[in-house]
């Protein structure tokens, strides 16, 4: 079994910036990836962020790109989501999810552990 958990979700200012991370535990860690997902009230839970464990590469949409960056440290079984321009939209609970294999990187389905999510809330 894999335990996530996250952290560095707070409250920030329009235009802040925030970096959350995403500890993993358990058995031996080797994910095929590691993703972040949020969910805002209301609404469904999106797709944040992927990563390639193995290779670092890395998917977003274009709601988030050129402002967070996904990143891992595999020897820490680590991985980060730095935000930054922080927008009243980007609030919503984070959550990270490791996926074991290779799937369509944006579906939730594509993912076999999930963390209990950090709050991230961005006052205007």
């Known amino acids: 079994q894999v335990q996530l958990v996250e952290s560095g979700g707070g409250l920030v200012q329009a235009g802040g910036s925030l970096r959350l991370s995403c500890a993993a535990s358990?058995?031996?860690?080797?994910?095929?990836?590691m993703g972040w997902f949020r969910q805002a009230p209301g609404k469904e839970r999106e797709f944040v962020a992927r990563?390639?464990?193995?290779?670092?590469?890395?998917y977003s949409p274009d709601s988030v790109k050129g402002r967070f960056t996904i990143s891992r440290d595999n020897a820490k079984n680590t991985v980060y989501l730095q935000m930054n321009s922080l927008k009243p939209e980007d609030t919503a609970v984070y959550y990270c999810?490791?996926?074991?294999?290779?799937?369509?990187?944006?579906?939730?389905?594509?993912?076999?552990?999930w963390g209990q999510g950090t709050q991230v809330t961005v006052s205007s």
């Open positions: 358990g058995r031996p860690f080797s994910p095929y990836a």
């Open positions: 999810a490791a996926a074991g294999t290779a799937s369509i990187y944006y579906s939730q389905q594509a993912y076999d552990y």
């Open positions: 990563i390639r464990w193995s290779t670092g590469i890395t």
